[in-house]
């Protein structure tokens, strides 16, 4: 039964992303979240359906709630998800142009889970940065979002990559929240090449200055904290028991192994 409501859910899945393919193709855009064009869609998903009929016929259910949900949220963009999309094809684009050989069949990834029932989804714009997000998860979680302290330990590749969602999605963005950043590497030439935060003018400065002064420039109103402390048992004055119970997560993107193994076996540094 689970390998049969699998099967059926991959197909419908599959017949939205054609649908979306045939609707742009005649309309040169994607569908908003109103009864026109989502009408307008599910003529195209009824046509390819009686199209591949035969072949999926014994298989396929059409779940209209699950291709509602695709299609009145087709145009939104989240950080993140896009960061997903770009490893993915700039991967590709490196098998293309070396020795490996790309992915030549359909790929799709879909994020139906994220999507919160219980919310009212706005069809109006609400004309924000964070509208996209407005629309997905609603005005109480963006909230929350904003009000996040967040520790973050490391301000390399990994850290460049998370600093960036932070500001992208407002995340630290209430005057009462903050993100501190910890580390003490300053930043080489080797470093730019995966390091997006950084520019040739960084070289010999502190990582975890720059990178805030960079995520400041993606979003003003992001409230970070540059620090150079090491997180061992050593600095548990600073990041003691207290300072750990200010934070709403802490993130580990260092590749320090005393760093790791501290932060794993004491859980979260100070609180034991």
Known sequence: ??????????????????????????????????????????????????????????????????????????????????????????????????????????????FISILDKEVKHDIISKGTRYNDQLLIFGDETQKRLENLNIFMIGAGAVGCELLKYCAMMGISTNHNSFLTVTDHDRIEKSNLSRQFLFRDNDIGNLKSECAINSVKLMNNKINCVSMQEFVNNKTEKIFGKAFFERQNAVLIAVDNFEARSYLILTDSGGIQ
């Open 1 to 110: 039964c689970e390998t049969v409501n699998q099967r059926n859910r991959e197909l419908n899945l599959h017949l939205a992303f054609l649908s979306l393919h045939e609707y742009y193709k005649q309309t040169q855009k994607l569908p908003e979240n109103n009864k026109d064009d989502l009408d307008k869609i599910f003529e195209i998903t009824k046509e390819i359906y009686k199209k591949n009929q035969k072949e999926w016929s014994k298989d396929l259910n059409l779940e209209e709630e699950i291709l509602s949900d695709i299609y009145k949220f087709s145009k939104c963009e989240i950080s993140p998800i896009c960061g997903y999309g770009g490893g993915v094809v700039s991967q590709e684009i490196i098998k293309y142009i070396g020795i490996y050989t790309p992915i030549n069949q359909w790929f799709r990834a879909e």
